[in-house]
């Protein structure tokens, strides 16, 4: 069974880090790309962050290029989006998602339809 654990989120003050933990189990993890997403109140769900196990590539949106950083521990199997200079607007639910490279090639990658496997959340808060 394929499960996605996601972990870290908390409350911390503008200016402030965090780091996610997305915990895979249940597949080969090399094979598969891992997506971090994140939905605001009232906002549709959004590409954050990307990491392709396959050929190490990075990808993240323009609204955390610079202060997200993505990385992947393979033995852990587990993915990490580190946070820092946080500010109220990144404040949502964080999501992991995955699915394999060979599945959602030709795509792009913060489209939230193609990933087949999600997690259920954890929540980021941000105060001014």
């Known amino acids: 069974e394929v499960q996605l654990v996601e972990s870290g989120g908390g409350l911390v003050q503008a200016g402030g880090s965090l780091r996610l933990s997305c915990a895979a189990s249940g597949f080969t993890f090399d094979d598969y790309v891992i997506v971090w997403f994140r939905q605001a109140p009232g906002k549709e769900r959004e590409g954050v962050s990307a990491i392709s196990n396959y050929d190490d590539r990075t990808y993240y949106s323009d609204s955390v290029k610079g202060r997200f950083t993505i990385s992947s521990d393979n033995a852990k199997n587990t993915v990490y989006l580190r946070m820092n200079s946080l500010n109220p607007e990144d404040t949502a639910v964080y999501y992991c998602?995955?699915?394999?490279?060979?599945?959602?090639?030709?795509?792009?990658?913060?489209?939230?339809?193609?990933?087949?496997?999600w997690g259920r959340g954890t929540q980021v808060t941000v105060s001014s």
């Open positions: 998602a995955a699915d394999l490279w060979t599945t959602i090639r030709g795509s792009q990658w913060y489209w939230t339809g193609i990933y087949k496997y």
